[in-house]
């Protein structure tokens, strides 16, 4: 289990987040809801390594993380699909893939068979360079990078952001089934709703970096969620 409490974050004299909480169970999608800017990609880049956070904690499977980066962060089993993919564009798509594998042991280097099964159209285009690929395409294959790291802990920022409808399902489908596998945490920041919401096991909105919603399905209703959103919207 990822938890962090009293996320605060700040950049030089500005304040992004404040006093955010958010637990992340295997088996569980958490949702980080909100309106653009309010501190959604902010907050995944400090749960992976990536932006060191102001103040609060961070514990992962009990062990109290002190000041991390990316690449600790990522050794001890958090996976990070940041928003835009950052691919290597003038890499093969194998190639693009077989950069994930530097964290694992050299016996493990290997790209696995599940990773073409849950996106066949990589097998098909693994000689291809990253940059010839759909915006789809290129999704697909950074979080397929991302899993080729066996992470314990995936956190995927706004994956549907600019994909066509049937990819959108696609990756849908595979975020379901490592859910439903088990053993790995998901973060999803996803402004789609209706995609967030059939995903979500728990929901953290936030409001200009607070969190103004937090709980499980069962304790935040759909509507009081949406109607939130909506609400957000408008006063933005």
Do not use: W
Not at 65 to 82: C, D, E, F, I, S
Not at 98 to 109: F, K, N, S, W
Not at 123 to 134: F, I, P, T, V
Not at 179 to 191: F, H, P, S, T
């Amino acid at each position: 289990m990822l938890e962090a409490r009293d996320i605060t974050l700040s950049y030089g004299g500005s304040q992004i987040l404040y006093g955010v909480d958010l637990i992340a169970e295997p088996g569980q999608v958490t949702c980080v809801m909100g309106n653009n800017g309010v501190g959604k990609t902010s907050l995944l880049k400090v749960l992976s390594g990536s932006h060191p956070r102001s103040g609060g904690t961070l514990r992962l499977n009990g062990e109290d993380l002190g000041r991390v980066n990316a690449q600790t962060m990522a050794l001890k089993g958090v996976g990070y699909v940041p928003q835009g993919r950052m691919i290597f564009p003038l890499l093969t798509v194998r190639e693009n893939l077989e950069t994930g594998l530097a964290i694992l042991p050299r016996g493990e280097r290997k790209i696995p068979d599940e990773i073409f099964e849950h996106f066949p159209v990589l097998a098909e285009m693994s000689h291809r360079r990253g940059g010839d690929l759909s915006g789809g395409q290129q999704q697909q294959l950074s979080i397929a990078r991302a899993l080729i790291m066996k992470p314990k802990v995936l956190l995927l920022d706004e994956p549907t952001e600019g994909i066509q409808p049937n990819i959108i399902q696609q990756i849908g489908r595979v975020i379901k089934g490592l859910r439903d596998r088990g053993d790995m945490a998901i973060v999803l920041v996803e402004q789609f709703f209706d995609f967030a919401h059939d995903l979500g096991d728990r929901f953290l909105m936030l409001e200009r970096g607070r969190p103004v919603i937090s709980g499980t399905r069962a304790e935040v209703p759909r509507e009081a969620l949406k109607a939130r959103l909506a609400g957000l919207g408008a006063a933005a």
